[in-house]
Structure formats: C-alpha cells, structure tokens
C-alpha cells in the first residue's frame, strides 16, 4: 500500500512544474526534454501560427541556439496553424508539410518534424496534439499533451513551453 502511494505521488512531482515528456524513439533516437520553447507573438496580436520547441538541452540553451540548427541533440517541433483565423485550443489533427505548401491550410491542425542527431528529420505523419491553453507576450506560454506519429514511429507526451526572454 505504502509502495503505492509513493509512485502516485511521485508521479504528481513529476507532472508538475517541468517542460514536458517525450515517450518513445523516432529513429531509434530518444528526446529527454530539459527545455519547451514557445513562440506566439506579441500579446496585442492575433496569433495564425504558434510553435512550441521541445529541446534535450536547458532553457537558456536552447534559447541561445534558437536561430542555430542543433543536429547534436535531438528535438521536436510543433508547429499550430490557424489557417485564415486564430489558433485557438482544442484538439488538433495533423496536416503534412506537402499540404501546407500546396495551399491547403483548414486551420486547427498542427504539424511538425523531429530532428535526430547528424541532422535526420522525421515528419509527423498522424495522431492529435491538444492545445490546452498558451498566453501570448513577453512571458508566453502553452500548455499541451499529444499522442502522434513521426514517420512510422509513435510517441505521447506533454510539454508546458515558455518564451525566450
């Protein structure tokens, strides 16, 4: 009994507070999240597109590298489309790259890629992402969880993703 209630509470600490999980390999290659990015635009805006970074190095990291590839540890992208309107929470289905650059952009989908060591990109393929809050501005963030396909490979996770300052 004792042994039980110390997994669930250990569970509840390990929910709370940190970026996100990352359950599963694509590729082969696992993603310990240290750091969840998030940008959405300033707070005075209506947002069409947000993303959020999951990164195996720290925040302040990932924030300096932000403009720089990082092909020596893996990471996540999801990218939310708004289509002609605002993001807004929900669950969303997955869109391909493909479809987006042919124009076809419904809005409420989300898309993304892993990016595995030596620079190997995997595309998300299928599965949901919910979007279950975000706050635009300087102190930006979201809040989410997803079950999804990248490539052939599932993986399910969280992430609570902060800005850059």
């Given at each position: 009994m004792r042994e039980g209630a110390l997994k669930v509470a250990l569970a509840l600490v390990a929910g709370c507070g940190g970026p996100g999980a990352f359950d599963g390999r694509v590729g082969g290659q696992t993603l310990s999240v240290r750091a969840a990015l998030f940008h959405g635009g300033p707070a005075d805006t209506t947002p069409t597109v947000l993303t959020v970074s999951l990164q195996s190095v720290t925040h302040d990291e990932a924030c300096r590298l932000l403009s720089q590839r990082m092909e020596k540890v893996?990471?996540?992208l999801l990218v939310f489309h708004g289509g002609q309107a605002?993001?807004?929470p929900g669950e969303l289905g997955v869109i391909s790259e493909a479809d987006l650059r042919a124009g076809k952009n419904p809005g409420?989908?989300?898309s993304g890629f892993?990016?595995?060591?030596?620079?190997a990109r995997t595309e998300l393929s299928g599965g949901t992402v919910k979007l279950e809050s975000f706050e635009l501005g300087q102190k930006g963030s979201a809040k989410g969880s997803f079950d999804v396909t990248f490539?052939?490979?599932p993986v399910k996770g969280?992430?609570?993703a902060t800005g850059c300052p």
């Open positions: 893996p990471s996540a605002a993001v807004k409420g989908k989300v892993f990016f595995g060591v030596g620079g490539g052939a490979d969280w992430f609570y």
